[in-house]
Nanobody, 113 residues
Framework: QVQSVESGGGLVQPGGSLRLSCTASGSIFSQNTMEWYRQAPGKQRELVAYVTTSDGTWYGASAKGRFTIARDNAKNTVYLQMNRLQPEDTAVYYC???????WGQGTQVTVSS
């Protein structure tokens, strides 16, 4: 069974940056579109960004211009660089392997002064 583990979350002040990482086990990472979702308390899980197997990218409205998604197939890892963070970005961030349907356990991002 494919497993993925997120890291890089934490507490950051408004305007700060974080880089999230998600590393997956197994050899099928490169065959999957990799997605980052987030879920804030009391809200539905929201798709933030994804990167396709051919390195095409898509960003949700909240991420456009501030976040960058990238993948490194040699390391089975997808990254989410988040800049100019705001309190409304506070959420648990999850990575998802679209084709296999595998979810990570999530990493907490808190933006607060």
């Amino acid at each position: 069974q494919v497993q993925s583990v997120e890291s890089g979350g934490g507490l950051v002040q408004p305007g700060g940056s974080l880089r999230l990482s998600c590393t997956a086990s197994g050899s099928i990472f490169s065959q999957n579109t990799m997605e980052w979702y987030r879920q804030a308390p009391g809200k539905q899980r929201e798709l933030v960004a994804y990167v396709t197997t051919s390195d095409g990218t898509w960003y949700g409205a909240s991420a456009k211009g501030r976040f960058t998604i990238a993948r490194d197939n040699a390391k089975n890892t997808v990254y989410l660089q988040m800049n100019r963070l705001q309190p409304e970005d506070t959420a648990v961030y999850y990575c998802h392997m679209r084709e296999t349907g595998s979810w990570g356990q999530g990493t907490q991002v808190t933006v607060s002064s």
